[in-house]
């Protein structure tokens, strides 16, 4: 007979409580720990997507308001710009699925590679995207999902323009997680011109590749300057700033999120603690007769206080082990399934460990300590007086 | 010879709410080492406070309580669990088996108190479940010992560490006649093979042929002299046992 055996024993006395309370608190762990992985998996998201050197500017009014396609130009000879392309979102709808399911833009062939040097496109098959009007650069993501390849033929139907384009697929950017689709920005303003539509004047962004980090700030203020005062103000900034504002409002939401998990993991804690407290009323005789026998009040509270402590930490290190295991399928299983792809960036750290097994012995401390010391500082003659 | 119990004007107050419950009445006696007593007399006649109070686990509000050489009223709730643990066995009516553990384990739980090792612990577990004669159901749990058996367990799990004295409270209120009588046997063995001191409260009129010495008491008071053998021939009658001997004489 050992204290650690008397502390088991107890614990499987009533294997359906403790099965419940364990499983909430693991349920409990499990959420929090994920939660914690979206702040890191945000920002190696963010990583992985930008560049401090790449800039991109835009309507200082927003994104979605144009700046003429001649700015480009004007761009190109602000000092220390080492290439700029022009961007614009086509919203073409795979035919075949009728709505708009990755990302797809028109840009300038002859200065793609030159600013997204980092997309690793093979120069073969970006010399093919100059050379093919109708060509297309896809992302790996959105090539395994339709189990397209290089020289398939596909239709987009654009969402913003009232025409659809029949593309060429001439390259691939190498990237799992990538969903982007590039195509030709001057096949979009013949195939307008051939309908009877104006050409393609304007354009949503204009990402910079800026020759020196160091002279990023400087660079962004030259050509914002470009267009002071005129009715198509710019406002540039990096990449990596344009996505962190992107991500902005999302981990707005996740700190709400984080604050209702916090409520719960609470609402856990009280339940936990009833639990306890349930578990040491239905004992008082048994807590009277060791009290009786001589077991300390130190020896009462540590055994009870044990109890909840190790059902709390058993619970909280499965869920820590149910995160991990989670996020590791999702991180296997992203490369395969192009809906589970930015979802492979969240990862269980060691900090998400320390701080979910923090989680479980917090719970296990204040749901064990309150009912473990009523129990233990009673006296023990009045507690006999109850059950006898 | 020395008294192992020396209860000198104790008085017992117990409030509940307003009202004033006198458990106890300027109660002294003494009993010597190595006998089996009981304390008996109706509900409410506060055998089992006494009880309580040389067992360590009441104070009285005054008087004194002398057991084996320390005076319980000056020790505090924690000093009074360790003297517990090391000079008092307590047997319950209702046996108070844990009843997640074996009998073994049972029998082992207040050694938990002891500096043994978990080996020693073990063995001196095992002897006292022979002493009971349940050494076969060592293993098995509480819920599958009859009732006579699992107050053999208790009576183990009093005796393990060996006490100055053995308390018992009701040992035989739960139990049928036959099981009744063994339990006292063994309470008697106790005294007479071990030289244990047995300080017993019981209604069970049977346990006069066992003990050594019975104290009666009523409300609050310790009978004396004429009352107390009115009192023990009431226990007789009501029983039938007018034949069965004077207190002391065990069969």
Redesign the interface.
Known sequence: ???P??VL??L??NKLRTALTGGAIMLAVMLVCLLLTMPNGLDAIMNRVSSNTRISVHNKAGIVYPIPYSFARKVRQVDGVEAAVATMWFGGAFEEEGKVTFPNFTVEPEHIGAVYPDYNVPAAQLADFQRYRDGAIVGRQTMKRYGWKIGDRITLRSTVFPLSLDLRIVGEMPNEGSPLLWLSREYLDQALKARGFRGLGVVTSIWVKVRDPNRVNQVMRAIDDLSRNSSAETGSETERSFFASFFGSLQGFVKIILIVTGLVTLCIIFIAANTASMAVRERA??IA???????????IFTTLFAEALVLSTLAGVLGVALAWALTGALRAFSGWSAALGPLGSFMVTTPVVIQGVSLSLLIGLLAGSVPAYGAARR???EV?HEV? | MQPVIAVENVSRLYRRGVEEIHALVDVSLAIPAGLFVAFMGPSGSGKSTLLNLVSGIDRPNTGSVMVAGQRLNDLSEDELAQWRARHVGLIFQFFNLIPVLSARDNVALPLLLTPLDKRERLRRAETALRVVGLEQRAEHSPRTLSGGEQQRVAIARAIVTDPDIIVADEPTGDLDARNAEAVLALLRQLRTDFGKTVVMVTHDPRALRFVDEAYHLDKGVLLEGEAAGRAAEAIRLAAGHSSAGAPGTAP
Request: hydrophobic residues 45%.
């Open positions: 007979m050992t204290y055996r008397l024993a107890n499987g006395r005789t048994e007769v060791l009290r009786s026998m001589g077991f300390s009040r130190h020896a006296p023990v003659v006999l006898f």
